[in-house]
């Protein structure tokens, strides 16, 4: 079972130390002490949480996909030249980046400041953890 500092499971749901607190203190989470006399959360059920509450922008697009990994956001740079354009989004806390066409970019009207919805499908996803879990 891993156990999750209070600090560091706030920071993974993006809320403040406080509120994992007060979801504490209302029976929401349940948390026990670890051999250094820190409080801890149990990972499952902060998964658990992370999930049931989890508030997902609508996708403005409208469009059904197979593609599971779709993330909502506001453009926030673009670099392009003649042929090629490099595309970032800020989709919540993830700053996501896609290299396209500069035809494609404007072609889609993008531009600092409107929405877009980046669309990953990849055959490989690595996942890492911290040489400390």
């Not at 998964?47 to 996909?65: F, M, N, Y």
């Not at 929405?115 to 490989?124: E, M, N, P």
Request: hydrophobic content about 45%; proline content about 4%; some cysteine.
């Amino acid at each position: 079972m891993s156990q999750i500092r209070i600090k560091d499971a706030a920071l993974y749901l993006g809320v403040s130390d406080d509120t994992v607190r007060r979801w504490i203190d209302q029976g929401v989470l349940t948390s026990t002490k670890d051999d250094s006399g820190r409080a801890v959360v149990d990972g499952l059920a902060l998964a658990t949480l992370a999930r049931e509450h989890a508030v997902l922008p609508g996708d403005p697009s409208g469009i059904g996909s197979s593609a599971r990994n779709r993330f909502v956001g506001l453009v926030t740079n673009i670099v392009m030249d003649t042929v090629m354009a490099q595309v970032e989004l800020q989709c919540g806390p993830h700053r996501v980046v896609s290299l396209m066409s500069s035809e494609a970019v404007r072609e889609l009207g993008l531009e600092p400041g409107s929405i877009a919805v980046a669309v990953v499908k990849a055959t490989t996803v690595i996942v890492e953890t911290p040489a400390s879990a």
